[in-house]
């Protein structure tokens, strides 16, 4: 399958995401949200890969080095391998400029190709791919798609990340606006600032301005390549839930599960986000997870891109039953939010769809989450718990499990197996990530 030779253009002209290797700090980390390994373990290899030996990573379109350098960086201290492929040498020489300040450059194998040919670049198995963002602006998806489930190992796993179709109802209704505008416009450059003019000419109607926030249209419009990959693609699909289901499984794959890319938590699929304790919610309850995760998405309305992990049928997540598993908090933001709810007993987590979703755990939930230290077991935080209860450890566990289920669907809590060393992402010092938590009478941003 040949690439969209527009598309290859666009990113030679606009590398992206758009990022200036000079003006960064050495020791910063650009943070993909889907790559961390706390998340990727929890929940593509059930808390049981061993990241320290032997682990190679496919980053398939990686841009301007984001992903691979933040892989890298995690990874710095392991024999583990990435190799990261895209179709634009001008992103690629960026991501290597960024690598190189950070003393990565050669922990990166870089190759410029597209990603669809990698069962031909004698490339290997990989444990782990990385797909964010580039499926959708291919040609045909679904032989994308398959090309990367061709050099997965058979106990693999992937991160993904795809348009969602409801919620960019707004930028379609301006790339429709801009193949009109720009009908006779061959230019990017001009075709960039066309679209800056019928931006400011918009009616205060518009879907793009009813929308969204003006933080969230400024960070959209804010640097030309956004704007270019945005509004102006030559190339992009969209999915529902049920066509994102139907996507990864036409590849022989299955959804393990959600995760968040941008600012939409797992925990917001769920349809008791939305409906709370209304009787209607406890028969939603009962449906199948990829209808209940359908009608979660419809309820929201706004979810713009869908994060997930995938890996060949039958791979579950770390389960909060099992007690062999210990659990971590994924960030610090996560754990002072965490100590936050324990001291309070109950709070809000405001979510991106603009609501916030209020947390009352059982006493045996918060008295499981107060012992969280990222070396004791569900085991030991049960028996301990429920002698400091005076209830039996196996009913404790069970009744706190759904709670906890929720915490690691905002982002605060993940599990590793015991007998797994702890993901070598704990050793970075980044905050992001984790739901804020809003207590009663203060005020809280939304998650990352």
């Known amino acids: 399958m040949a690439d969209n030779p527009k598309v290859r253009d666009l990113y030679e002209t606009y590398p992206f995401p758009a990022r200036t290797p000079a003006a960064e700090k050495p020791g910063s980390l650009p943070l993909t949200r889907t790559d961390i390994l706390g998340k990727v373990n929890h929940h593509a290899f059930g808390g049981r890969r061993d990241f320290s030996r032997g682990f190679r990573a496919l980053v398939a379109g990686g841009g301007t080095g984001d992903s691979p350098i933040f892989l890298a960086a995690q990874l710095r201290d392991t024999d583990a391998e990435?190799?990261?492929?895209?179709?634009?040498?001008?992103?690629?020489?960026?991501?290597?400029?960024?690598?190189?300040?950070?003393?990565?450059?050669?922990?990166?194998?870089?190759?410029?190709?597209?990603?669809?040919?990698?069962?031909?670049?004698?490339?290997?198995?990989?444990?782990?791919?990385?797909?964010?963002?580039?499926?959708?602006?291919?040609?045909?998806?679904?032989?994308?798609?398959?090309?990367?489930?061709?050099?997965?190992?058979?106990?693999?796993?992937?991160?993904?990340?795809?348009?969602?179709?409801?919620?960019?109802?707004?930028?379609?209704?301006?790339?429709?606006?801009?193949?009109?505008?720009?009908?006779?416009?061959?230019?990017?450059?001009?075709?960039?600032?066309?679209?800056?003019?019928?931006?400011?000419?918009?009616s205060p109607s518009h879907l793009m301005l009813r929308g969204r926030s003006p933080e969230v249209i400024g960070s959209m419009v804010g640097d030309d390549a956004n704007i270019v990959d945005t509004f102006l693609h030559a190339q992009d699909r969209a999915y529902t839930v049920p066509e994102l289901y139907r996507f990864v499984e036409g590849a022989g794959l299955s959804i393990v599960n959600f995760t968040n890319f941008f600012r939409t938590l797992r925990l917001e699929y769920e349809p008791e986000v939305y409906f709370g304790g209304a009787p209607l919610n406890t028969r939603l309850s009962a449906r199948a997870t990829?209808?209940?995760?359908?009608?979660?998405?419809?309820?929201?309305?706004?979810?713009?891109?869908?994060?997930?992990?995938?890996?060949?049928?039958?791979?579950?997540?770390?389960?909060?039953?099992?007690?062999?598993?210990?659990?971590?908090?994924l960030t610090g933001a996560a754990a002072e939010a965490s100590q936050q709810l324990v001291a309070q007993g109950a709070g809000e987590v405001p979510l991106s769809s603009r609501r916030p979703f209020s947390l009352a755990p059982s006493t045996g939930a918060l008295a499981c989450l107060s012992r969280v230290n990222s070396a004791r077991t569900l085991a030991e935080i049960w028996g301990d718990a429920a002698r400091a209860l005076h209830v039996p450890a196996q009913e404790l566990a069970a009744s706190a499990a759904p709670d906890l289920e929720r915490f690691n669907a905002l982002n605060w809590v993940c599990l590793r197996h015991k007998d797994t060393p702890p993901p070598p992402m704990l050793a970075y010092p980044f905050r992001g990530d984790a739901a804020a938590l809003a207590l009663p009478g203060a005020a809280a941003g939304a998650g990352s």
């Not at 398959?146 to 379609?172: K, S």
């Not at 891109?305 to 060949?312: F, N, P, Q």
Request: with cysteine.
């Open 290 to 329: 990829p209808e209940r995760q359908a009608i979660g998405e419809l309820l929201h309305g706004h979810m713009y891109v869908h994060g997930l992990y995938a890996a060949r049928p039958g791979r579950a997540a770390a389960s909060f039953l099992d007690p062999d598993m210990v659990p971590f908090f």
């Open 82 to 202: 990435i190799v990261c492929v895209d179709i634009s040498e001008a992103s690629l020489a960026v991501a290597r400029q960024r690598a190189r300040a950070r003393g990565l450059e050669d922990r990166i194998r870089w190759i410029h190709a597209s990603l669809v040919d990698a069962p031909r670049l004698g490339l290997g198995e990989f444990d782990y791919v990385s797909c964010l963002g580039v499926l959708h602006h291919l040609a045909d998806p679904d032989a994308g798609l398959r090309a990367l489930t061709q050099v997965l190992a058979e106990d693999g796993a992937m991160g993904l990340m795809v348009y969602g179709r409801y919620g960019r109802a707004d930028v379609y209704a301006m790339q429709d606006l801009m193949r009109l505008v720009n009908r006779d416009e061959p230019d990017l450059h001009a075709q960039v600032a066309n679209f800056k003019d019928s931006l400011r000419a918009l």
